[in-house]
């Protein structure tokens, strides 16, 4: 089973059925659980993708929806922290979140699933391109 680290891009898209990506965001999150894809948020992600439901009081109802879709949080340790900042020094303008979304895809030796068309690009220049879109 390998690993689908997904971008607040996607974390947003799943739980709001009003944003542009949900039906994309539906779709790649069920493909990937059909092979057995073990699907995973960065902390740093997850945490962006609650602040409009902390604005309205609803962050438990974020919490249990991507519970639900067996989406696990990874927590953001010192050795993903240390690869993001490299990422960071590499990359003048890529913003820190994105890369801690990079760097625990390459812990975790997984794919990452964006639709942030920047992100991507990082990615991309870094070889993670494999499951960005």
């Given amino acids: 089973m390998g690993s689908l680290i997904l971008d607040a891009s996607v974390l947003i898209g799943l739980l709001d059925d009003a944003d542009a990506h949900h039906q994309r965001a539906v779709d790649d999150v069920e493909a990937a659980d059909e092979t057995l894809t ?16 902390a604005r309205v009081g609803r962050i438990g109802d974020a919490r249990e929806a991507i519970a639900a879709m067996g989406i696990r949080v990874a927590p953001l ?7 993001a900042a490299e990422l960071r020094a590499r990359h003048g303008r890529l913003r820190l979140p994105d890369a801690i979304v990079m760097a625990t895809a390459r812990e975790l030796a997984g794919g990452l699933l964006s639709y942030d068309e920047r992100l991507a690009r990082y990615a991309s220049a870094e ?3 494999e499951h960005s879109r």
Avoid: K
């Fill in 127 to 129: 070889g993670d391109s």
């Fill in 77 to 83: 340790d010192a050795r993903t922290a240390e690869r």
């Fill in 38 to 53: 073990e699907l995973v948020a960065p902390a740093s992600a997850y945490s962006e993708a609650m602040v409009a439901f």
